[in-house]
């Protein structure tokens, strides 16, 4: 077995992070997404960096799994939250310390950046395996619960 790699994503990889996005959609919270939609969605953090990064997990030329970069500013502790979305591992890779290895990379690089000053994810409430995973890795549950206007996929 070939040593899994954790690199950024570049642009000729946003088919892949679309259909991913679109499985985890679907297996988290059962919502079918607009494939071109995503696909542009995903193109256009390529297009435009200040709106986040992608982080691949990538053994033998296969990408295992993913996770997106995006940035709060918190004027509270002058400096910059990364937010983690986006997370998907595939099904046949889960259990083999993706995600793991992906978000040590991300904390890695957080230090070395400067200027950061924590990492924040939301997760679906329901979503108790995945809750335990970020558990794992030191994550701990916010103080906070997320409210949101959603324009686009207008759930209740």
């Not at 996770?67 to 004027?75: A, G, K, N, P, R």
């Not at 409210?147 to 209740?156: A, G, Y």
Request: hydrophobic share 45%; with cysteine.
């Amino acid at each position: 077995m070939a040593a899994m790699e954790i690199r950024t994503a570049n642009a000729a990889e946003a088919p892949t992070i679309a259909r991913f996005n679109a499985l985890m959609a679907q297996e988290t919270e059962g919502i079918e997404l607009d494939q071109d939609r995503v696909l542009a969605g995903v193109r256009a953090v390529f297009e435009r960096p200040e709106r986040g990064w992608y982080l691949l997990a990538v053994e033998s030329g296969e990408v295992l799994g993913q996770l997106m970069v995006t940035f709060e500013w918190s004027d509270w502790r002058n400096g910059v939250f990364w937010w983690i979305q986006s997370v998907y591992v595939k099904p046949e890779a889960r259990g083999r310390g993706v995600y793991k290895a992906l978000y040590a990379e991300l904390l890695r690089r957080a230090h070395e950046t400067g200027g950061v000053c924590g990492v924040r994810l939301y997760v679906e409430k329901h979503n108790q395996r995945a809750q335990a995973v970020y558990a794992r890795q030191g994550m701990r549950h916010a103080d906070y619960d997320l409210f949101e206007v959603d324009f686009v996929l207008r759930r209740e």
